[in-house]
């Protein structure tokens, strides 16, 4: 064997020795140097989670599925975590899609960036987890869904729409330019609308001045109406009582009175009759009342001393 053949068989066995190590370390992350916390994380359902699933924590992955166990409340996931990687307690595990083709995955979303950290044993309670939909159950919400759909009803909606618009072109032409015209006045106008809602905002804070007075004189307001409330209800009893005092006390009364007075009272129409022939020669008598008034206006002046006229015979 010559030694040109020996440098290429060692050659080709270092090649095969650091492709069989990264093959191992960088495809298929076996490195027996690395060490992993045992992490139990209790879920109400896998939500579509393998025993294959990768583990990810702020977009790095950080370990891996190892098992899926069912219980009595649900499942428990155990998880290999990378102990090079800090990962806060206080932290929510969510099950997500990692592509449209359906293949989950298990992301751990911490609250903060501090400490305690995971360490080997730790369990995440299920009210720490979230599961969402796989592919599968949103497609089949979808099926669900468009299965409800009226096709024949959309047929028509749609040949509506398309009726609508049939030979409109010049009208929807005059639309579209009236949106336009309209942003390029709301554009050019943006100052004059944002000072006009400055107003407003400032009077809007102008008025919560005004809240502690309305909320003292709210007490003040309920109480008036109480009153009000209760002169109404006086009134109503006082319109009651005065129905039943004309009901009772007082219509006897009159009744009796009317009782008593109708015998005495003497027949007014038998002495207007016996009256007649004495008042009929004063019947014809009319008094001139202006010339009685031009009299007394010559006697008493305005502004004078009475006057008399008094005619002497010769």
Request: aromatic share 6%; glycine share 10%; net charge negative.
């Amino acid at each position: 064997m010559t030694r040109s053949t020996v440098f290429s068989l060692v050659g080709l066995l270092l090649l095969t020795v650091a492709g069989v190590g990264y093959m191992t370390v960088g495809v298929l992350d076996m490195d027996p140097r690395r060490e992993y916390n045992s992490v139990t994380v209790r879920l109400a359902s896998s939500g579509g989670l393998m025993d294959t699933s990768q583990v990810t924590s702020r977009g790095m992955k950080v370990g891996k599925v190892e098992s899926i166990a069912v219980t009595a409340e649900g499942l428990d996931v155990a998880l290999a975590l990378d102990a090079a990687h800090d990962i806060p307690v206080d932290s929510d595990v969510v099950v997500a899609n990692l592509s449209a083709a359906g293949e989950q995955y298990l992301d751990i979303r911490p609250r903060h960036s501090g400490g305690p950290y995971l360490s080997d044993g730790a369990v995440i309670d299920v009210d720490r987890t979230v599961v969402s939909a796989t592919v599968s159950d949103t497609l089949g919400k979808v099926d669900a869904l468009v299965a409800q759909l009226d096709t024949s009803a959309l047929g028509g909606l749609a040949d509506t729409a398309a009726r609508a618009v049939d030979g409109r072109d010049p009208d929807i032409d005059n639309l579209v330019s009236t949106f336009r015209l309209l942003a390029l006045t709301l554009h050019d106008k943006r100052a004059e609308i944002q000072h006009l809602y400055d107003n407003a905002q400032q009077l809007g804070r102008k008025a919560y001045g005004y809240g502690p007075v309305l909320s003292d004189a709210g007490p003040w307001v309920g109480s008036t109406g109480e009153g009000v409330s209760s002169l109404l209800q006086g009134f109503e009893q006082y319109s009651y009582v005065a129905s039943d005092v004309w009901k009772d006390p007082i219509g006897p009364l009159i009744t009796k009175i009317d009782s008593y007075l109708t015998p005495t009272s003497p027949d007014l129409a038998l002495i207007a009759t016996l009256l007649k022939p004495f008042t009929a020669p004063i019947k014809p008598l009319r008094v001139d009342a202006g010339k009685i008034i031009d009299l007394l206006g010559g006697t008493f002046p305005q502004g004078g001393p009475a006057r008399v006229a008094v005619t002497i015979p010769n």
